[in-house]
C-alpha cells in the first residue's frame, strides 16, 4: 500500500495592488458620472419639454374659451355697442400696450379685448316702471350680481333700454326689482317711451347681456390671461384665469372694406388718415401707429341697422364695422431652462414692441382670427317664440 500525499493546501488570497485599486475607483467614478450626466440631461430634457406643453396646451385652452365667445359679440345686440372701448377704468387709460412689471420675470404687454353679447337661453317679458317688473310673476330664476345689465327691447326693436342692477344684484325668486339704474350709454330710447309700459302680448322683451373682459393681470407675480365677466370694473377676485405665464396679449381689428369695382371702392383705408405705414383695413397690426391702434366710437359716425351695406358709414373705423378680430396670444416657461440655455428669443407682436435676446425662457406664440358674423346685423334681434307671456318666460330656467 502506497503512502498517502499530503492534501495540498490552497493558497491565500491575493490581495489588490494600490493601482489596480485606483484603476478599479477611475473606472467606477467615470462610470458613475456618465450614467449622473446622463440622467440630469434626461431629466432637463423632460422638464423643458414639460414646460412647452404646458406653455402649449395652456394657449390652446385660453384661445378655444376666447373663440367661443368671441364669436357671439354683438349677438342680440346693436352692433355700435358690441364691442367697448372705454379707458377710463383701466391701468395707464389704455386699450394698447400696456406694460405689466414683474419683480422677477421680463414685463408682460397687454391689449385690452371687452365685448356683449346676448344671452341665448334667457329670455322674459316685462315692462319698466321706475324698476323692472317682469309678466306673469317670473322670476329672474338665477342669483346676477351687481351691475348685471339687462336690455328692455320694446316689440319691433327699434327702442332699446338698458339697466344695470343695483348694489344689493338681483336674486333668483324676485320678480321685480327697484334698484336698477339705466345706463343711457348703450341704450337708444329713454324711461319716458311708453311702450315700456305696455303689458300683456305688447309687453317688452327682457333680455340678459353678458360682457366679457379680457386682458393680462398680475397673480402673485405671476402675468396671466384673465376674463372678468363685468365692463365695469377689474376686480381680479372675479377674474376667470384662463392661461398662465401669458407674456403678450395682443388684438388686432380687421374692418369692413368695400369690395372691388362697388361705388366706394376708392375709399382710403381706415389705417392711413393717420399716417400709419401700412394701410390695410386692419387697426392695431404691425405698422399701426397710436391713433390706429383700436376703433374709436367717439370720433366717427355710426352705421344703424337701417344704414344701407353700401353706405360710405358702413366704412369708416367705427367699431360697428369690425369683422374679425385676430388675436396673439406669447406664452412663456414658468421659470427659465435648468441648462442654461438661452434659446427661444422675445418677438414683436403685431404693433407691440417688446423683442429681446434670448434669455433662457421657452416661448410659444399662437395666432388665430375669429369673424364676428353678428356684427353684420342688419335688423333687432327679438326672437319670435309666441304671443303668450308664458311661453317666453319658459326659456329662463
Not at 94 to 112: G, Q
Not at 162 to 188: C, M, Y
Request: with cysteine; proline share 8%; aromatic share 8%.
Amino acid at each position: 500500500m502506497s503512502p498517502s500525499r499530503p492534501t495540498p493546501r490552497p493558497s491565500p488570497p491575493r490581495g489588490f495592488t494600490l493601482l489596480e485599486l485606483l484603476v478599479g475607483a477611475v473606472t467606477t467614478t467615470i462610470i458613475l458620472a456618465a450614467v449622473a450626466v446622463t440622467f440630469v440631461g434626461v431629466q432637463g430634457s423632460y422638464q423643458s419639454e414639460s414646460q412647452i406643453k404646458a406653455a402649449v396646451e395652456g394657449m390652446r385652452t385660453g384661445t378655444a374659451f376666447i373663440e367661443q365667445r368671441l364669436r357671439l359679440a354683438g349677438y342680440g345686440v346693436d352692433p355700435r355697442f358690441a364691442f367697448d372701448f372705454e379707458t377710463a377704468l383701466l391701468p395707464g387709460t389704455t386699450k394698447s400696450n400696456y406694460e405689466i412689471v414683474l419683480p422677477d420675470a421680463p414685463s408682460a404687454i397687454t391689449d385690452d379685448l371687452a365685448f356683449r353679447y346676448r344671452d341665448p337661453a334667457w329670455l322674459r317679458r316685462g315692462r319698466w316702471d321706475g324698476g323692472l317688473q317682469l309678466s306673469d310673476d317670473a322670476e329672474f330664476g338665477m342669483d346676477f350680481p351687481p351691475g348685471q345689465r339687462f336690455a328692455i327691447s320694446c316689440v319691433g326693436g327699434s327702442e332699446v333700454l338698458v339697466v344695470k342692477a343695483g348694489a344689493g344684484g338681483v336674486s333668483r325668486t324676485e320678480t321685480s326689482s327697484s334698484g336698477f339704474s339705466v345706463d343711457a350709454k348703450l341704450s337708444t330710447t329713454t324711461t319716458s317711451s311708453s311702450c315700456l309700459q305696455r303689458e300683456g302680448a305688447g309687453a317688452p322683451y327682457v333680455m340678459l347681456i353678458h360682457e366679457v373682459r379680457v386682458r393680462i393681470t398680475a397673480i402673485d407675480g405671476r402675468p396671466f390671461l384673465v376674463a372678468y365677466p363685468s365692463i365695469d370694473e377689474l376686480d381680479d377676485s372675479r377674474a376667470v384665469p384662463l392661461v398662465a405665464d401669458v407674456e403678450s396679449f395682443q388684438v388686432a381689428y380687421v374692418m369692413n372694406r368695400p369690395s372691388p369695382g362697388s361705388a366706394h371702392s376708392t375709399l382710403p383705408p381706415v389705417d392711413i388718415a393717420s399716417g400709419a405705414p401700412v394701410a390695410n383695413w386692419v387697426l392695431g397690426d404691425t405698422g399701426s401707429v397710436a391713433a390706429d391702434a383700436h376703433p374709436d366710437a367717439a370720433l366717427l359716425a355710426a352705421p344703424r341697422y337701417e344704414t344701407p351695406y353700401d353706405d360710405a358709414l358702413r366704412y369708416n373705423a367705427h367699431p360697428a364695422n369690425i369683422r374679425a378680430v385676430r388675436v396673439n396670444i406669447a406664452v412663456r416657461s414658468a421659470r427659465r431652462d435648468l441648462n442654461g440655455r438661452l434659446a427661444f428669443e422675445r418677438v414683436d407682436l403685431e404693433d407691440s414692441v417688446e423683442g429681446t435676446p434670448p434669455d433662457g425662457y421657452y416661448r410659444s406664440n399662437l395666432t388665430t382670427t375669429m369673424r364676428v358674423p353678428n356684427m353684420l346685423s342688419r335688423s333687432s334681434f327679438n326672437p319670435p317664440l309666441g304671443d303668450s307671456s308664458s311661453a317666453l318666460n319658459a326659456w329662463g330656467g
